[in-house]
């Protein structure tokens, strides 16, 4: 099980081409993108973590919880000395709230990780509407200016103001969702620490052209 957060430094930092040298963003795992199941424990890890909710019901549904409680535990392993005094906030799914496919994955890991501890996991960045995941799609993936524009803070859970976050999601790629958070949390919170964790960074292929968007 992986325990110690790896850190996306100059030399991985070109593979995810939104993040800039002042970003604090760390991984657990490398995913293979295409790959499918048999391409790594990780890709498995990562492809029953994002089944569909309209699984739900069937004989795959178990193996998403099963992926949840293990991303959590991996998490709150790997950051141990890092969550006393912090709020964790998920990145919002493709799908807003009131969509039947609206996935909470994040969510659930992030009250495992947050559970007796004096971290505060808090769902404070919401999409206003639904949107195809950006992964699914065979255009040019969206900026972070045109993702954080769908995005708002649920006032009710802004106090009290976070000062150090960790923004939580399941597959760094580009970066643009950590960066749309990041701008949205940093205008409403100018000077709260906001750092990045990722279960997995999308590793390129060799002579992979880059990612466009």
Known sequence: MPSLLRRIDELLRPDHW?????????FLREYTKGG????????????NLK???SLRGTSQWKYKGIAIRRCANELKSALAKYLDGWTIVPIPPSKARDDPEYDDRLCQVGQILCAETSARFCELIVQRTTTPADHLQDSARRTPDLIAANYWIDEALAAP??????????VLTTGAHFKAVQQVLLQRFPVAK????????RAPLPDEPPVNG
């Open 194 to 201: 906001v750092c990045g964790v990722f279960i997995a960074r």
């Open 51 to 53: 089944k569909s909710p």
């Open 18 to 26: 939104y993040l800039e040298p002042s970003d604090l963003g760390f």
């Open 36 to 47: 499918g199941y048999q391409a790594s424990e990780t890709n498995q890890l990562i492809l």
């Open 161 to 170: 103001e976070p000062t150090h976050v960790w923004i939580i999601d399941d």
